[in-house]
C-alpha cells in the first residue's frame, strides 16, 4: 500500500448499491495490510422505548461496532456536566427525546462526536463507517455546521467546532459515494458528490458497484433485448466518464455476501 | 386483486430502484381514472424534476404537469416553502424569522419529514385533491421518523406547559408580552429550570435565549405541527391509505424490505404491497445462452431473481411485479409503468 491511510471513511450512496459489502470488504482489506480498522453503523436514528446501547462483534476476525443513540448522547453529556446521574436524566426527560426526534440532524452530531471520540482515544484506528443513504449523508454532513451556527458560544460549540475541523479536514476524513452503473444512479450520485463538496472540503471519490459489462462484453450479441442494453448502456456511462469514477467494480457472481466480499478484495487499494 | 385507490399513497423504499418513477406512475395511473391527484416528492434527489420537466422555480410550489394526457399536479417540497405557508396559514409570522427554525428548514436541515406531513395534512385539508401520492426518501428513515412521532407530540403536551412557562418569565423580563403568564407562572416546576441550567452550562446563554424564542415560536404554531402529526392516524386506516413498499431486483434486497416491513409494523395496515421493481425473470426465462460464461450468468441472474421473490412472497400477503424496461426511453417507460398498473387495479 503506498499511501498512508485516512481515519474516518464514510461510505455512502443510496441502499442497496453494495455499501455494507464494500465498506466491510474494505475494513478487511486494511486489516490485511496491517491497519486496525473497524466497520462502524448507527443502530437507531431516533430514541426508542428500549434502551439498546452500543454493540461491538467480532466477526472473522473484522470489528463491527454498532451505536446506539441514546448511549451516546449520555455519555457525552456524562463527561461534559461529569454527572452520569444528570446526564441519564436529561436523556430520559420527554423534553430531550422529543427534541432529538424532531430534528434527526442532532442525531448525526452525537454519532459524529462519539467517532471523533474513539479516534481520539485510539490513535491507530480506522473508522469504516457504513453511512445512511443519500440525502441524509448531506443531512449528515450538514449538521455539524448547522450545529455551530445554532451554538454560538459555549462547551458545545467549542466541541463542534472541533468536530468540524477533524470532518472538514482531507488527512483525516475521506468519503466514497458508493453507486450503480446506471444512468440515473451516476447522475444522483454526482449530485451527492457535489451537494457534499459544497458542504466539507475533504476528499469525495465515486464507486460504481456491480458493473455487468466487463463480464459478457466479448459476447453482447447473444444477450436479450433488455439485458444487452444494459451492459451497453453501462460500458457507454463507464466509457464516458471514467477520469470521474475513483473505482470500477465489476457484477460477483457469487451469492454469499462474504464470498462477495473477498471477491472484492483485490480491487480496493484505489479506495485508500 | 384489490388495489383501491386511497386519499394517500405512500412510496417507501431504499433509493435507485425506480420508486419516483413507480409512484409518478401511479399519480398517472389514477388521474387517467378520473382522481383529482397530488404528487409530492421529499426525495432530496429531485429526480421528480427530470422526468416531469419542472424547473427550479417550481420547488416547493404546486405545479401543473401534462404527461401521459392528463393534467396532474405536483409538488417538489422545500422545507423552507413549505414553513412560509405555514406561518401565513396559521398567521405566525415569527416562524420565518427564527434563526434556530431557518437553520433546520434548509433543505437538509432535517426537518424534511416532518414538514412533508405538515404539507400533506395542508394539501389534503384544502379539498382539492382526491389522492396525495407521496415518493418519501429513501431508506427506513421516513418510517422511523413516522415511528417515532409519539414522542414528538409529547413536545406539544400539557406536560411541557412549565417549560413555556419557564420561557414566559425569561422573555416577559425582556418586555415582550406572552400568552397566559398569571396561571402559569404559578406553577413552574423546578425540573425545567433546572433543565435549562444545566444546559445553559454547555450551550452558551445565547443558545438558551434563541432557543427558548424558537420553542415560543414553534409552540405557537402548534396547530400546524399537531395537524401534520395527526395524519399518521389517518395513515394507519386500511380505508384511507395504500402503503408500498419499492425494492428492486438489481439491488436484492430481501432482508432490508422485511426489516422495513416489521419496524413499521406499527402502524402499516393490511393494505401494504411489496412492488418489485426490474424483473428481469421474464426475460430470462426465454434466453437460451450457448457460452459456459453466459449460461452461468444467466444461471445467477435468474437463481438471485426466483430466491429474492421467493423469500419476499413469505413475508408480503402481495407483491407487485414490474419488469425492467430499459431499452425504452423515460417517457415510453413512465407510459409503459402507468399502463401496467392497470392490471393490478380492480
Known amino acids: 500500500m503506498n499511501s498512508t491511510p485516512r481515519r474516518l471513511y464514510i461510505f455512502t450512496g443510496k441502499g442497496g448499491v453494495g455499501k455494507t459489502t464494500l465498506s466491510k470488504a474494505f475494513v478487511r482489506y486494511l486489516n490485511q495490510h496491517d491497519h486496525e480498522a473497524v466497520y462502524l453503523t448507527f443502530k437507531n436514528q431516533s430514541l426508542g422505548d428500549h434502551f439498546l446501547g452500543n454493540s461491538e462483534t467480532s466477526q472473522n476476525g473484522m470489528k463491527e461496532i454498532s451505536l446506539d443513540l441514546e448511549e451516546c448522547a449520555r455519555t457525552y453529556i456524562e463527561r461534559r456536566l461529569k454527572s452520569g446521574l444528570i446526564s441519564s436524566w436529561i436523556v430520559k426527560t420527554p423534553f430531550f427525546r422529543a427534541l432529538v426526534n424532531m430534528v434527526p440532524g442532532f442525531s448525526y452530531l452525537i454519532f459524529l462526536g462519539k467517532i471523533l471520540e474513539m479516534g481520539k482515544d485510539n490513535p491507530r484506528l480506522i473508522v469504516v463507517l457504513d453511512a445512511p443513504a443519500s440525502g441524509h449523508a448531506l443531512t449528515m454532513v450538514e449538521a455539524t455546521t448547522n450545529f455551530k451556527n445554532i451554538f454560538e458560544s459555549g462547551v458545545i460549540f467549542d466541541d463542534t467546532s472541533k468536530m468540524l475541523s477533524r470532518l472538514n479536514d482531507p488527512e483525516y476524513t475521506q468519503i466514497h459515494v458508493v453507486t450503480l452503473p446506471s444512468l440515473m444512479s451516476w447522475q444522483e450520485a454526482l449530485e451527492l458528490r457535489s451537494g457534499l463538496k459544497e458542504r466539507t472540503p475533504v476528499g469525495v471519490d465515486i464507486t460504481v458497484n456491480n458493473c455487468l459489462y466487463p463480464l459478457v462484453e466479448n459476447e453482447l450479441n447473444a444477450l436479450p433485448i433488455n439485458i444487452r442494453q444494459k451492459a451497453l448502456n453501462e460500458k457507454s456511462l463507464v466509457e464516458e466518464n471514467r477520469s470521474e469514477m475513483q473505482c470500477i467494480l465489476p457484477h460477483s457472481l457469487s451469492t454469499d455476501p462474504r464470498a462477495i466480499e473477498m471477491d472484492l478484495l483485490g480491487s480496493l487499494s484505489k479506495l485508500i | 386483486m384489490p388495489l383501491a385507490p386511497k386519499s394517500f399513497e405512500i412510496f417507501c423504499g431504499t433509493g435507485g430502484v425506480g420508486k419516483t418513477t413507480l409512484a409518478t406512475s401511479r399519480a398517472l395511473n389514477l388521474s387517467q381514472s378520473g ?286 411485479e414490474f419488469p425492467e424496461v430499459i431499452s425504452l426511453s423515460p417517457l415510453e417507460h413512465i407510459h409503459f409503468l402507468t399502463k401496467k398498473w392497470n392490471q393490478y387495479v380492480v
Open chain 2, 35 to 320: 382522481k383529482r391527484v397530488l404528487l409530492v416528492t421529499i426525495d432530496p434527489a429531485k429526480r421528480l424534476k427530470d422526468l416531469l420537466g419542472l424547473s427550479s422555480e417550481s420547488i416547493g410550489e404546486v405545479t401543473k404537469v401534462e404527461l401521459e394526457g392528463v393534467v396532474l399536479d405536483a409538488l417538489l417540497m422545500s422545507p423552507e416553502k413549505t414553513i412560509a405557508r405555514m406561518a401565513e396559514k396559521y398567521q405566525t409570522p415569527d416562524l420565518v424569522e427564527n434563526k434556530i427554525v431557518q437553520i433546520l428548514s434548509r433543505p437538509y436541515g432535517g426537518m424534511n419529514e416532518i414538514l412533508s406531513l405538515v404539507e400533506m395534512q395542508m394539501q389534503f385539508e384544502s379539498g382539492a385533491y382526491d389522492c396525495i401520492v407521496l415518493d418519501t426518501p429513501p431508506g427506513a428513515h421516513f418510517l422511523d421518523f413516522l415511528e417515532g412521532i409519539g414522542k414528538i407530540r409529547s413536545f406539544f403536551d400539557q406536560n411541557f406547559v412549565e417549560i413555556f412557562s419557564y420561557l414566559g418569565q425569561k422573555t416577559a423580563k425582556a418586555g415582550t408580552k406572552v400568552f397566559g403568564l398569571g396561571i402559569i407562572n404559578r406553577i413552574v416546576s423546578g425540573g425545567v429550570r433546572k433543565l435549562l441550567g444545566y444546559l445553559q452550562n454547555v450551550t452558551g446563554a445565547q443558545f438558551i435565549d434563541d432557543f427558548i424564542q424558537a420553542i415560543q415560536i414553534i409552540y405557537q404554531s402548534k396547530e400546524a405541527f399537531l395537524k401534520g402529526l395527526s395524519l399518521q392516524d389517518k395513515l394507519k386506516i386500511k380505508e384511507e391509505c395504500n402503503w408500498f413498499l419499492v425494492t428492486s431486483v438489481e439491488q436484492g434486497k430481501a432482508q432490508e424490505a422485511i426489516e422495513l416491513k416489521s419496524h413499521a409494523s406499527h402502524f402499516i395496515h393490511q393494505d401494504h404491497y411489496l412492488v418489485l421493481n426490474k424483473c428481469l425473470e421474464e426475460e430470462l426465462r426465454d434466453w437460451h445462452p450457448e457460452s459456459h460464461n453466459l449460461l452461468q450468468i444467466k444461471n445467477t441472474l435468474e437463481s438471485k431473481e426466483v430466491n429474492l421473490k421467493i423469500r419476499l412472497k413469505e413475508s408480503f400477503p402481495v407483491v407487485l
